[in-house]
């Protein structure tokens, strides 16, 4: 069997109304310009993860629109929210076709997990004990399954003092509940609108940047930055070794209203 290829979009931050601007730009021309690169590019994938903040403010129609563009690709893909999602409305709009928002496949010989890191009404992450058993139960009942695990917030500090304050909140028990489990590789996250990779013991640890805005990095407060939307493929080995690589739209982001100071 060949590797499997797995796709990260992350952060879209879909309007509720078609064309609406956000920071100058229009997130949704955006996303789909992301993701048709991704499979025109490097595809066809055996799996596409969206990792959050798939809706700026959560509607029934920036959900539905997403729905949409996703299922013009002949692509399974799981949807995990972000502090700006709505995850009940996820559930129920984004979960048609190949299109879904489990929180656990077996995919070939792998493990895929999907976390749910929101407070409700917070851009702060947090791993809920429910969660975390839910992720141990997950473990203990694949031991022999490589795993790939995404969520939405970071488990790590990114550099960014502004960023850092949002992240995961209990970092410190899910990395010690995930070292204990050899067959976890990686976790992936997005919420931080950069790239990166780090290792903690025998695990790597991803951020991906966003299909629209991205952020400076190793900044002390908001700042966007001008490079442009990207994505991240993974290749899963048989074996389980996993490779990842961040891929990125050929464009200048000219529209971008640098002068913003949030979003
Ligand atoms: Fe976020």
Same mark, same amino acid.
């Given at each position: ?13 879909? *309007? ?12 949704? *021309? ?52 972000? #502090? ?31 976390? #749910? ?32 695990? *995404? ?18 909140? #209990? ?87 640098? #002068?913003?100071?949030?979003?």
């Amino acid at each position: 069997m060949a590797a499997l290829k797995v796709l990260q979009l992350t952060d879209l931050h879909i *309007a509720p109304r078609a064309g609406e601007l956000m920071l100058g730009i229009d997130t949704e *021309a955006y996303f789909r310009q992301t993701l048709k690169h991704a499979v025109d590019q490097h595809g066809p994938f055996d799996l596409a993860l969206l990792t959050g903040d798939l809706a700026q403010d959560p509607c029934v129609d920036s959900y539905q629109r997403i729905s949409r563009h996703l299922s013009a690709f002949d692509m399974r893909c799981l949807c995990l929210p972000g #502090n700006h999602d709505d995850f009940d409305l996820m559930r129920i709009y984004l979960n048609s076709g190949k299109l879904g928002c489990d929180k656990r496949l077996v995919l070939g010989n792998w493990l895929i997990v999907m976390l #749910n890191s929101q407070i409700i009404g917070s851009p702060v992450g947090m791993l809920a004990e429910a969660e975390l058993e839910f992720l141990e139960g997950t473990l203990r009942a694949h031991k022999r399954l490589p795993t790939l695990l *995404a969520v939405h917030h970071h488990c790590v500090e990114s550099g960014s003092p502004w960023m850092d304050a949002m992240r995961i909140r #209990n970092s410190a028990a899910f990395l010690a509940l995930i070292k204990q489990h050899p067959q976890v590789k990686a976790v992936t996250c997005g919420h931080v609108h950069q790239a990166f990779a780090k290792r903690e013991a025998h695990i790597e640890l991803f951020a991906t940047p966003s299909s629209c805005f991205q952020f400076t990095p190793q900044s002390d407060d908001f700042s966007l930055d001008d490079t442009p939307p990207g994505y991240r493929v993974f290749r899963l080995g048989e074996d389980g070794c996993l490779q990842s690589e961040v891929f990125r739209l050929p464009i200048r982001m000219d529209d971008l209203d640098r #002068n913003a100071h949030e979003y």
